[in-house]
């Protein structure tokens, strides 16, 4: 019989399958199929933790050792999602402390952490190795005492960009003497000062350190010291990178950075004395990630530096760079496949920087592997669009922030639509989009036929009508998330595509023309989404149904309306919010 | 494609399988105006005097506002640009802007249904802050003692601070209250007994 396949052996083919989307695949085949599978998969990732509740996941996963966990939507990054919505990690970790004493790694991302939860962490999984926070908020270096002190094999303790209060209370010191397993420490978005000579000794002991990201708080003139003892190391964040100039620390630094031969990439540079660059030259043949993004120096000092990284991959920079510098860049870096260029001054009326369409035409030109841009400038034209879709249909990801809304183009005073249309037409593997400058509905047309593989598109201050919603919601395939702010959308287009909403991750729109209404409706209509209404200035029932409603949060969901709102947010067509409005 | 295309610019909705109509409605354009206009002053719309925006016949109604808006300092917009709140701090920033030109906490008050948010910088010290939240919500508040709190008026105000905890306006110096106080509430004046320090 064909089914007297052994267990064991189903079960050591699967442990060869990594991917979710493949292991996903090999749980429909048959039950039996099912069940090996959902006892051998140790790596969950849920992108949106209200898709489903802890139990859920503990009862078919059982022997889980890694879990990813994204709470908030995208737009919080901008403040659009007001304080208090929710994304509490502290349910999953009480439930997880109980199912998975082995469990080793938590990646978080946009979620509301508490020090509690950080304790709980800390005492509750003896192996316990990875702890990556993205963009989370809501604990302080008490939490992080916590974690460096009680869990025993740490390997890897990781900050990125979250909002810590910072106590100064020495988190740093709380990692005993006798660890030695770490290989990433990220501290970067830290606010306070760290002990050195705790910092110091830490790194000593870590033999096996790879990537160090300290924050600004760390002086230049303790990196020799740092990196003398750090030699293999693979990614080096700075702090400071700012000193008096001093012959002798110039030598040391050079000489420290010469001997980490594997470094691969930089970040930091907070407050660049652009004196100091050369001393990091020694390495910049292997650097394949740079960060300038805090670096506020011109462009001459710039290009210099980004002319000795010839092996450059991904590039973050911030508009000083100027045309100039993305010639230089064009010219110098032939393996760049990421561009990021930040705003120095976005509230700004006018640019105070020559940076214009052409430095990211000449981009597209020099580097034939370029594939995800991220790129905020002030004006922009069809023409420059059309020139970028043709030279690079490798693309994937374009995101394009221009930064007064609905600019059009700056030559024909015409709407961007075609050139958004060429990029959508001409890159068929474009996965990520988003749109600014002046845009008609024509756009989501172009966007509804030909983008086919999209699988996230941000919207803001564009279009004329649902119709333009409901390109994109009846056309685009793979759309998984979708986030619209300021666009004159509204409830037909969510009518006709509600079905749509289930096979997407989320809908995000605000300051749209949805109706509270419709959002009842959509709600009643399908028990399979939550239509969060997110509105601070008052009940909606309180306001006529035809009113728009300030913020719209729709996504699929087996777990049902959650439980832990906020006095502003309401869950549509559950049986309970119904009755508190009657 | 394309006949998909042409049949859908009328969005006919009788065509279509799902039909979630509400009860009542027609085809018939409802045409609210394009974007919310709510009472937050942080959402208004720039009042730009470019030209170049108003140009174009698609943002006709944007256009028929913005002419009469005041041409004056244009208003910033909430997350906008779409940069991270620690990118905005990283540089000498050569205007001030919204988020960081002042201390901006939510005021609530029991019974009222909408907040309102005001700049804690605006004020010099606690007499022109209660001033203006009995102006702002027609209602008196009274004298602050520090053994009665506001022991004889209606309504007392009280301020989350860091630490989460409830705390009554007025018991700390004023810089150390701007510096911690989260949001606002003004309680009914029974409520609030418990907050003040009493003997």
Redesign the interface.
């Known amino acids: 019989m064909a089914y007297s396949f052994p267990e064991e052996v189903l079960e050591h083919v699967f442990s060869f399958i990594h991917s979710d989307k493949d292991r996903n695949a090999v749980s429909l085949v048959c039950k039996s199929w099912y069940e090996i599978e959902r006892w051998c998969r140790r790596r969950i990732f849920v992108g949106n933790c209200y898709a489903v509740s802890p139990r859920i996941v503990i009862r078919r996963f059982p022997e889980v050792r890694s879990v990813s966990l994204k709470g908030k939507p995208h737009f919080a990054d901008f403040n659009l999602v007001p304080e208090g919505w929710g994304g509490y990690v502290y349910p999953w970790i009480s439930a997880m402390a109980e199912a998975y004493p082995w469990l080793e790694e938590l990646r978080l991302k946009r979620m509301v952490v508490t020090d509690e939860a950080l304790e709980l962490i800390s005492r509750s999984f003896k192996n316990f190795s990875a702890l990556v926070l993205s963009s989370c908020e809501g604990f302080t270096t008490d939490g992080l005492a916590a974690i460096a002190a009680n869990c025993r094999n740490l390997k890897e303790l990781d900050l990125r960009e979250c909002d810590v209060d910072d106590r100064s209370g020495n988190w740093l010191s709380h990692f005993p003497e006798s660890c030695t397993s770490l290989v990433s420490l990220s501290f970067s978005c830290l606010e306070g000062e760290v002990s050195f000579s705790a910092l110091e000794r830490l790194v000593s002991r870590c033999t096996n350190l790879r990537a160090l990201r300290l924050n600004h708080s760390v002086p230049l003139d303790k990196l020799p010291n740092l990196l003398r003892r750090a030699p293999q190391l693979v990614d080096l964040g700075m702090g400071a990178y700012t000193a008096e100039l001093r012959p002798e620390l110039y030598s040391r630094l050079g000489n420290a950075f010469a001997g980490c031969k594997g470094l691969k990439s930089l970040s930091g540079f907070w407050d660049v004395v652009p004196s100091y660059l050369p001393a990091t030259y020694s390495v910049c043949a292997g650097i394949t990630f740079l960060n300038l993004s805090y670096a506020t120096i011109q462009s001459p000092d710039l290009i210099k530096l980004i002319r000795q990284c010839r092996n450059l991959q991904r590039l973050w920079v911030l508009d000083y760079i100027e045309d100039s510098g993305l010639n230089a860049l064009a010219a110098s870096c032939k393996d760049l496949e990421e561009l990021r260029v930040f705003p120095s001054d976005p509230f700004g009326q006018e640019a105070n920087v020559s940076l214009t369409e052409q430095g990211l035409v000449s981009v597209s030109e020099g580097c034939p592997k370029l594939q995800s841009v991220l790129y905020f400038c002030r004006q922009m034209t069809n023409a420059a669009l059309f020139t970028i879709a043709r030279n690079r249909p490798n693309m994937t990801r374009f995101r394009l922030c221009i930064i007064e809304p609905r600019t059009p183009d700056y030559l024909t005073l015409q709407p961007l639509d075609a050139g958004f249309g060429a990029i959508v037409e001409h890159c068929k593997d474009l996965r990520r989009l988003s749109l600014s400058g002046l845009l008609t509905d024509l756009v989501f047309e172009y966007i509804g036929t030909h983008a086919q593989k999209l699988e996230m598109l941000s919207v803001a201050f564009a279009g004329e009508s649902d119709l333009g919603l409901h390109h994109v919601l009846s056309g685009c395939k793979s759309l998984r998330k979708l986030e619209i702010r300021d666009c004159p959308f509204g409830d037909k287009a969510l009518f006709v595509n509600a079905s749509k909403l289930e096979t997407m991750r989320s809908l995000w729109m605000s300051s749209c023309s949805v109706s509270f209404g419709a959002c009842k409706l959509l709600g009643q209509k399908m028990p399979r989404l939550n239509v969060e209404v997110i509105d601070e200035r008052a009940p909606p029932d309180l306001r006529p149904e035809s009113e728009p409603i300030e913020r719209l949060y729709v996504y699929r969901t087996i777990a049902g309306p959650r439980l832990d709102m906020p006095g502003f947010v309401w869950t549509m067509g559950d049986e309970k919010s119904a009755t508190e409005f009657s | 494609?394309e006949s998909k295309?042409t049949c859908?610019?009328d969005?006919n909705?009788k065509a279509?399988e799902?039909?979630?109509?509400?009860p009542g409605t027609d085809d018939s354009e409802?045409h609210?105006?394009?974007?919310?206009r709510?009472?937050?002053r942080a959402?208004s719309h720039?009042t730009?005097e470019?030209s170049?925006?108003k140009?174009?016949s698609?943002?006709s109604?944007?256009g028929d506002d913005e002419k009469e808006a005041p041409p004056a300092a244009?208003a910033?917009?909430?997350?906008?640009?779409?940069?991270?709140?620690?990118?905005?701090n990283?540089?000498?920033?050569?205007?001030?802007?919204p988020?960081s030109a002042g201390i901006y906490v939510?005021v609530s008050m029991d019974g009222a249904?909408?907040?309102r948010k005001i700049d804690l910088k605006g004020y010099k010290g606690y007499p022109q802050l209660l001033k203006a939240l009995e102006i702002m919500f027609k209602l008196t508040i009274g004298q602050y003692s520090e053994r009665e709190g506001y022991n004889g008026s209606d309504y007392a105000p009280t301020y989350e601070d860091?630490d989460g905890d409830w705390m009554l306006v007025g018991d700390v110096p004023w810089e150390m209250f701007i510096s911690s106080c989260k949001r606002l509430r003004i309680m009914k004046g029974s409520e609030a007994r418990g907050l003040g320090s009493y003997v």
């Open positions: 494609m295309v859908e610019n969005l909705f279509t799902l039909r979630l109509g509400l409802k609210t105006p394009p974007s919310v709510s009472n937050k959402l720039e730009t470019d170049r925006s140009s174009n698609g943002t109604d944007f244009k910033q917009v909430v997350g906008w640009p779409p940069i991270r709140s620690y990118r905005k990283c540089f000498q920033p050569k205007k001030t802007e988020e939510k249904p909408y907040l860091k």
